[in-house]
């Protein structure tokens, strides 16, 4: 067998080897991107504020996610400071864990610690000290949203989710509901309806989630015994 023949089967045995190993290989766990994401906040339908969130990483797999409200004009009587909360999670195997959680400037501080060693939560909340049992995939008021965003971009809709609720953990349920176009200074959006529930709440929080911006929310609402109390219209996104 000539030179040149031994070589072309080498490459053939080669490619085999490398296709049986993409085929079997899983693909790659998706990651959050880091961005920076600006809404109009409105109470009771009128503008009261922006909201800035932003996500970027700290290490390869470990991320900061924060939150910042600032009120506009009377509405700096009742909130003259800005309400700030932070999440610190790290993502696994795809899947997001956080570690610790901080929310002030509204009077009701927290602060926690997530042991998913122990499963213990632990901290303080309403004034008390936080000890709590972790339940599988709890999340934190930030860090749910990064966890719905990388189930939907696995093709794996989230149906419910524990997360920290000040000092509880609860368990709310997430249904799909219709897709629809919004107008937005981003241009036309396309959205995927989502309202998240707690059994026994008068709350529910409406979810418009854009597939182009990540299946970041395009807008937001939260409705009490059906009237719209606190909506979010973004404004801004732009990618770190």
């Not at 610790?100 to 400037?105: D, L």
């Not at 709890?138 to 920290?164: G, H, K, Y």
């Not at 008068?202 to 911006?213: H, R, S």
């Amino acid at each position: 067998m000539s030179t040149a023949a031994v070589e072309r089967g080498a490459l053939v045995a080669v490619m085999l080897v490398l296709a049986a190993w993409a085929r079997a290989a899983p693909p790659p766990a998706p990651r959050p991107p880091q961005f920076v994401a600006t809404y109009t906040l409105a109470w009771h339908g009128i503008t009261a504020g922006t909201s800035t969130l932003e996500l970027r990483a700290t290490s390869p797999r470990l991320y900061l996610y924060t939150s910042t409200d600032r009120a506009y004009g009377v509405f700096r009587l009742a909130f003259p400071h800005p309400l700030r909360q932070s999440s610190r999670f790290r993502v696994a195997a795809g899947q997001v864990e956080p570690l610790t959680f901080q929310a002030g400037g509204a009077g009701n501080d927290v602060m926690a610690q997530f042991d998913w060693k122990t499963h213990q939560v632990t901290g303080m909340a309403k004034g008390r000290l936080l000890n709590l049992k972790l339940q599988p995939g709890t999340q934190d008021p930030l860090s749910v949203q990064i966890a719905i965003m990388l189930a939907l971009e696995a093709r794996a809709a989230p149906e419910s989710f524990w997360m920290l609720n000040t000092d509880e953990i609860d368990r709310f349920q997430y249904r799909r509901h219709e897709e629809a176009t919004l107008d937005t200074p981003l241009g036309k959006l396309r959205t995927i309806l989502y309202t998240s529930h707690e059994a026994g709440s008068d709350k529910t929080t409406y979810l418009w989630l854009a597939p182009a911006l990540d299946y970041m929310p395009a807008r937001a609402e939260q409705q009490v015994k059906g009237r719209t109390q606190l909506s979010l219209a973004i404004q801004a996104f732009k990618l770190q």
